[in-house]
């Protein structure tokens, strides 16, 4: 009878002072040690073998913060000039590069006015030299890094891309957030698990991803000329929504902000355009838009579209209408000019 109650006592205190043991991501049973109380952020990160680990940070305002430059991903990444002549012969011309002004076109002699808005698909062949990627001296040669390379250097102003009218400029962070782009603020560890600093890393982004521009443009008949006169007035990068899962939304392409082009023109006159054939005979993409050499299609106008509606909302379902109702539009806009001639 005694040595059953002795018994009875020794596995009760037994049972109050063990500890909970918690099985580790090894397999083997170890007891978990005290959370440090400076940890009251938990955070659930992933491990490099697919583990989830709860991981405990604070931020701390005495270690270090290290800024991360970009990793090559060829967008805004620092310009870097050639120490020598990178050419057999001497280039100046780039540099004293400034457009032609505009012809002066009185409100009067207007008598005949479209709005267009059209796309640039760069996949299709004669748009191949948006996408060209080299780097040279003024940075990298991708269309859209030369936009964003101006206006992080305050050539020229971006504006929201909310509406098309020039409303609401944005900062150049408001810009690449607009890409989800932007930074990330990192605890760097060491081999021990202690948290010694944090480092600011740019966010991966594929500029490549970006192969859609819309152009914003009006053609303007001029009576006392007698031309037809198109002026572009901006251009803006184009990307669809995406869902959580990284699936596109069909018709969801929107221009995420707008450039006002007269104010881009003295940048542009300083970019040569690729040219496939012949490296020594290349255009300024100044001229390339002024010339009209690239591929596009019609998505919007304001002839015979009293609601504002752009051609994916009056043929959601049918990409084929909207070609056409495009080129119908093209040609109505030629024949006008042609139709003020008797031959």
């Known amino acids: 009878m005694v040595f059953a109650l002795l018994t009875?006592?020794?596995?009760?205190?037994?049972?109050?002072?063990?500890q909970p043991i918690r099985r580790n991501n090894y397999g083997d049973n170890s007891q978990q040690p005290p959370n440090n109380p400076k940890d009251t952020i938990p955070k659930q990160?992933?491990?490099?073998?697919?583990n989830n680990n709860n991981v405990l940070y604070q931020r701390d305002t005495s270690l270090p913060i290290t800024v991360i430059k970009g990793s090559g991903n060829g967008l805004l990444d620092s310009v870097k000039i050639s120490l020598r002549n990178?050419?057999?012969?001497?280039?100046?011309?780039?540099?004293?590069r400034q457009p032609l002004p505009y012809e002066n076109l009185r409100e009067d002699d207007a008598v005949f006015r479209v709005r267009v808005w059209r796309e640039i698909d760069t996949r299709e062949k004669m748009n191949l030299p948006f996408q060209y990627s080299a780097e040279e001296d003024n940075g990298n040669q991708?269309?859209?890094?030369?936009?964003?390379?101006?206006?992080?250097?305050?050539?020229?102003?971006?504006?929201?891309?909310?509406?098309?009218?020039?409303?609401?400029?944005?900062?150049?962070?408001?810009?690449?957030?607009?890409?989800?782009g932007g930074s990330d603020t990192v605890p760097k560890i060491d081999?021990?698990?202690?948290?010694?600093?944090?480092?600011?890393?740019?966010?991966?982004?594929?500029?490549?991803?970006?192969?859609?521009?819309?152009?914003?443009?009006?053609?303007i008949f001029d009576k006392e000329s007698s031309r037809l006169f198109v002026r572009i007035l901006g251009i803006a990068p184009v990307i669809p929504y995406r869902l959580s899962t990284g699936d596109i939304i069909p018709n969801s392409e929107r221009p995420v902000w707008w450039v006002y082009y007269p104010d881009m023109r003295?940048?542009?006159?300083?970019?040569?355009?690729?040219?496939?054939?012949?490296?020594?005979?290349r255009m300024t993409w100044e001229e390339l838009f002024e010339s009209r050499m690239f591929s596009s299609y019609i998505t919007k106008s304001t002839m015979d579209n009293p609601f504002d509606q752009s051609l994916a909302n009056i043929y959601p379902n049918n990409t084929l209408f909207r070609l056409l109702k495009g080129e119908q539009i093209k040609e109505k806009i030629f024949n006008y000019e042609q139709s003020l001639w008797s031959y």
Not at 144 to 151: F, H, K
Not at 266 to 281: E, I, Q, W
């Open 8 to 18: 009875f006592m020794v596995s009760a205190s037994f049972s109050q002072t063990r």
């Open 86 to 96: 990178d050419a057999s012969i001497e280039q100046n011309l780039v540099k004293d």
């Open 191 to 219: 081999r021990d698990g202690n948290v010694v600093g944090y480092e600011v890393r740019a966010k991966q982004f594929d500029p490549d991803s970006i192969y859609k521009f819309r152009l914003k443009e009006e053609w």
């Open 45 to 50: 990160q992933n491990s490099d073998y697919g």
């Open 142 to 180: 991708r269309f859209i890094s030369i936009l964003l390379q101006a206006i992080k250097d305050g050539d020229v102003t971006a504006f929201s891309g909310d509406d098309d009218r020039f409303t609401t400029p944005i900062t150049f962070d408001d810009a690449m957030k607009a890409f989800a």
């Open 266 to 281: 003295p940048v542009l006159a300083k970019h040569d355009v690729y040219n496939p054939k012949n490296y020594g005979s």
